[in-house]
């Protein structure tokens, strides 16, 4: 059994590829329906197109609000018999819409080890703060901006000599090793969720 991804992406689309490769290396039980981007210059389009991945544009501006952009977003995912979500860089708040329509099946990646640093440049969060630990947290989402229950999370070094560019691209290899994995536990049904706790059940083993 695989469930349906769809993928939500605004920009160059680095973790969408690093998606796409686990999936076409058979680490991922699902089939990639599709992929929305709000922007229509995005990279990630030209990705999906690449590997012959179905590619729509929902430019927000279309619509009157966040509420209407969601009812737009939930009727197109459910067109493609979308089940699961991820958002790879999807630069918009999705409505509580689109979260009651796919309750605990929308995963989200951030460069930050969450509940610190959420929101919008998290890279530059984390240096004017001076941690010496940084990272990416993959999070179910939830109605608010970087609150759902964390599912998988990965440290990386904060050097004293770090820009937003070096950090960033020490957390961006991290990204793309741990969102595949916790997108491979969430459509093999191993996520159980508990309030804030996420618990992840051991591998089956056929003998």
Known sequence: MTANLAVLASGRGTNLQAIIEAWQAGRLPVDIVGVVSDNPDAQALERARA?????AVLPAALYPDRRAYGAALVELLKSWGTDMVALAGFM?????VVVRAFPNRIL????ALLPAFP?????R????????VSGCTV?????GMDTGPIVLQAAVPV?????????AARILKEEHRLYP??????AAGRLKVEGRRVYISPEEVTL
Do not use: C, K, M, S
């Open 139 to 143: 999070h179910l989402v939830d109605e």
């Open 51 to 55: 590997h012959g991945l179905r590619a």
């Open 119 to 123: 929101g919008l440049h998290a890279q």
């Open 159 to 167: 050097f004293p000599d770090d820009t937003e560019e070096t950090l």
């Open 92 to 96: 918009r708040l999705v409505d509580p």
């Open 108 to 111: 989200n990646i951030h460069p």
């Open 181 to 186: 994995e916790a997108i491979r536990l969430l």
């Open 125 to 132: 969060q984390a240096l004017q703060y001076g941690v010496r």
